[in-house]
């Protein structure tokens, strides 16, 4: 495996639920990432882990639960979804999550397409 | 608040034509900038980063500028082909990136 990647590629769950997208990642990088790309507007961070440690929590509501049990992978855990969390959620990675520099180029799995019916 | 506006929003071009796509922003206190292009239901690809000391960037057939004072940057495609047709997106990066809504190209055997 090369690159960033996804799994599962489709997820369909009810609102009561609970599953869990898993993201790895094959760079040696230190820093990973969430997006969530809903239809018709941008790519929105929800959180940043930098050496295992969450760095970033953009205002995620706690249906949402990430964990990074190492630098090489980051789970993102979904319990009580609603349908409006259907969206496409997208892992990234890069060298360090520090400010500024090509270290912060980021690389992108293919993404988790989730529906909550 | 960094924002983000790419223009146009859609294009559909004949095939072998150069083109420029375009993107601002508002806070020009940027450290680099990354084009992305992303396919239908796919993840990103990363294109080019260039630096905010930078002014250019060029891979292949395609050259990036920017001007972090006029929070401004444009991709230019040469000779475009009907693989290149996606979504482009733009993404100036502050504290993190930012990103547009991106530039859906068509390009037309």
């Known amino acids: 495996e090369t690159g960033v990647t996804q799994t599962p590629r489709h997820l369909v769950m009810g609102m009561t639920n609970k599953k869990s997208l898993k993201c790895e990642q094959h760079?040696?990088?230190?820093?990973m990432y969430w997006y969530k790309q809903s239809a018709k507007k941008p790519l929105e961070l929800m959180f940043v882990y930098s050496l295992e440690e969450r760095v970033e929590n953009n205002s995620v509501p706690s249906r949402f639960s990430p964990e990074c049990p190492n630098s090489s992978h980051l789970f993102l855990h979904l319990h009580t979804l609603q349908p409006e969390d259907s969206a496409l959620y997208l892992c990234?990675?890069?060298?360090?999550?520090?400010?500024?520099?090509?270290?912060?180029?980021?690389?992108f799995g293919p993404g988790t397409r989730l529906t909550v019916l | 608040k960094q924002e983000v506006t790419q223009i146009p929003a859609a294009l559909s071009v004949p095939e072998g034509e150069n083109l420029v796509l375009n993107c601002s922003f508002t806070d020009s206190a940027i450290y680099n900038l990354q084009w992305f292009r992303q396919d239908p239901g796919k993840g990103l690809t990363s294109l080019l980063l260039i630096q905010s000391s930078q002014r250019e960037q060029t891979s292949g057939r395609l050259n990036a500028s920017l001007d972090k004072s006029s929070g401004r940057s444009t991709l230019y495609i040469a000779a475009s082909q009907p693989g290149d047709s996606a979504t482009y997106l733009c993404?100036?990066?502050?504290?993190?990136?930012?990103f547009g809504e991106g530039t859906q190209l068509t390009v037309n055997p």
């Open positions: 993404a100036p990066s502050g504290s993190r990136l930012t």
């Open positions: 990234a990675s890069s060298q360090d999550a520090v400010e500024g520099g090509s270290y912060n180029e980021q690389f």
């Open positions: 760079l040696g990088h230190n820093a």
